[in-house]
C-alpha cells in the first residue's frame, strides 16, 4: 500500500492548528490569585487576537521591532561576517582548525546572561532613543559565529579532492581550488549555516535588549509589559517575535533554494 504523503503546507497548517487547541486547553488549567485578583498568566489565543487586533496595539508593531530588527541585522552581518573569515583562515592554514573550532565552541558555550551583563557595562545601550542597542548588536553577533564557523569549515573540508586534483593538474593554485571547487562545495553547507543563524540573532538582539538600559526595542517593551502584569501583552510580543524570525528565515531559505538548485531539488 503507498503511503499517503502529506503537502508541506497542509502539516504546517494542521501543526498550527493544534498548537492553537493545546494553547487554548493549557490556557483554561492556568489560573492563579495574585494581590487580591484573579488572573491568568497564560492567556488564551483570543485574548491574544483580542490584545493585538480589537485593542489596537497591532498599529505600534513596527515602532516597537524596528531598533531590534535593525540591532539583530547588524549583528547577524558582523557575527557571520567574522565566521566566514575565520572559516577561510583555516583553509588556508590548516593547522589552526583546533584552535578556531574550540573559540567558536567556547563561544557557543558562554553563559549569555553572564555575557550581556558584562556587555552593557562596557559596551551600553543605545546612542540615542531608537537607536540599535550596542550590546544587542554584540549579543547578536556573538551568538551567529558558532554556526556558521562549523558550517563553513565542514563545508570547505567536503570539496571532491578529485576535482581538486584537476584543478591542481592543469595549474591552478590555491586561491582557484579555493574559488571553482571549494566555494562551490561548501554553499550548501554556508548557506544552511546562514539560515540557522537568522533567529539566534533575533534572539540575541531581544537578549540584549532586555538586559541593557534602554527605552526602545522589544526587550523594554517586554520588561514594561510584565511590571503591569500584562499576560496578554507579553504573550502577543512574544508571538509577534516568532513572527519576525520564521519570516526572517522563509526568506533567507528562499534564498538558498534560488541560489542552490541543485541541493533544494529545483530547477537544474
Known amino acids: 500500500m503507498k503511503a499517503i504523503r502529506i503537502p508541506g503546507w497542509a502539516a504546517g497548517f494542521i501543526g498550527a492548528i493544534v498548537l492553537i487547541l493545546v494553547w487554548w486547553l493549557f490556557s483554561l488549567t492556568a489560573f492563579q490569585i495574585q494581590a487580591g485578583t484573579s488572573f491568568t498568566p497564560v ?42 573569515v575565520l572559516a577561510a583562515f583555516v583553509l588556508v592554514f590548516p593547522k589552526t582548525e583546533t584552535v578556531i573550532t574550540q573559540i567558536a565552541v567556547v563561544s557557543y558555550c558562554l ?5 550581556g551583563g558584562i556587555s552593557v557595562v562596557v559596551l551600553g545601550g ?11 548588536i554584540f549579543l547578536a553577533a556573538l551568538v551567529c559565529v558558532f554556526t556558521t564557523v562549523v558550517g563553513s569549515i565542514l563545508g570547505f573540508k567536503s570539496a571532491d579532492k578529485s576535482s581538486l586534483d584537476v584543478v591542481r593538474v592543469f595549474g591552478g593554485n590555491s586561491w582557484t581550488q579555493m574559488r571553482k571547487v571549494r566555494l562551490i562545495a561548501a554553499l550548501p553547507a554556508i548557506l544552511n549555516a546562514l539560515q540557522i543563524a537568522v533567529p539566534t540573532a533575533f534572539l540575541g538582539a531581544v537578549l540584549g535588549e532586555y538586559l541593557g538600559a534602554i527605552t526602545a526595542g522589544v526587550g523594554p517593551t517586554l520588561i514594561r509589559l ?25 526568506f533567507v531559505g528562499l534564498i538558498v533554494r534560488f541560489v542552490t538548485p541543485w541541493v533544494s531539488g529545483g530547477a537544474r
Open 126 to 136: 543605545a546612542k540615542s532613543p531608537g537607536d540599535p542597542s550596542a550590546t544587542a
Open 111 to 115: 553563559p549569555i546572561v553572564a555575557v
Open 226 to 250: 510584565q511590571g503591569q502584569l500584562d499576560a496578554a501583552g507579553v504573550w502577543s510580543v512574544f508571538l509577534l517575535c516568532a513572527v519576525f524570525a520564521l519570516a526572517a528565515y522563509g
Open 43 to 84: 492567556p488564551s489565543p483570543w485574548a491574544v487576537f483580542e490584545w493585538l487586533f480589537v485593542d489596537g496595539n497591532i498599529a505600534g508593531t513596527w515602532n516597537v521591532f524596528q531598533p531590534t530588527i535593525t540591532a539583530a541585522a547588524i549583528g547577524y552581518l558582523w557575527g557571520n561576517g567574522i565566521a566566514l
